[in-house]
């Protein structure tokens, strides 16, 4: 049996490979239909800019950005005319409850807001699938449950995918 570490480090192994981070040493990953283990670095990194978001557990959001500017980095990246932008980051934002934090900066938000401005970062592109890696580890039990609704929210309504880690302690 593996101990309860051994079994986080495999989930988070999994994760690592399913986002292209690390490589499988044998087998394969099927995403979307796709085989993403024998793909070329620039599919990987098409697969990555345009099939999955991520969740982390410190938001990791860019300070120097605004929740609206975090936010419409992954439609920038994704090469998203600029003229629609800000009505697919509003949208977003609304839907997930951070409308009025779009003019803050990370360091003015709470540690919810946060986790909410980089969920909606996440499913502004509208992903195949999201990798959660511990999403509400740093939140307090009320924002960790308003961020397990909205992820739950994201699957039901939105059709996302979530492989999520989480080290909650049953």
């Known amino acids: 049996l593996l101990s309860r570490r051994q079994r986080q480090m ?23 239909g796709r085989d993403i283990t024998g793909m070329s670095k620039r599919q990987l990194a098409k697969f990555r800019r345009d099939d999955l978001g991520f969740i982390f557990q410190d938001s990791n959001l860019l300070d120097t950005l605004t ?21 697919k980051v509003n949208a977003m934002a609304a839907r997930l409850g951070v409308d009025g934090v779009l003019q803050k900066y990370p360091y003015q938000m709470s540690g919810g807001q946060k986790q909410r401005v980089a969920a ?23 924002a960790a449950t308003v961020m397990l609704e909205i992820m739950e929210m994201m699957n039901e309504q939105m059709g996302a995918t979530i492989m999520m880690l989480s080290l909650i302690h049953i």
Not at 130 to 141: K, N, Q, R, V, W
């Open 67 to 87: 929740g609206f500017e975090n936010i419409s980095l992954a439609l920038t990246i994704k090469g998203e005319p600029a003229r629609a932008i800000p009505g």
């Open 120 to 142: 909606a970062r996440a499913m502004v592109t509208d992903p195949k699938l999201i990798l959660a890696d511990e999403p509400t580890g740093a939140l307090d039990s009320r």
């Open 10 to 32: 495999c989930i988070r192994d999994s994760l690592n490979c399913v986002s292209t981070i690390d490589t499988v040493t044998s087998g394969h990953i099927i995403v979307g």
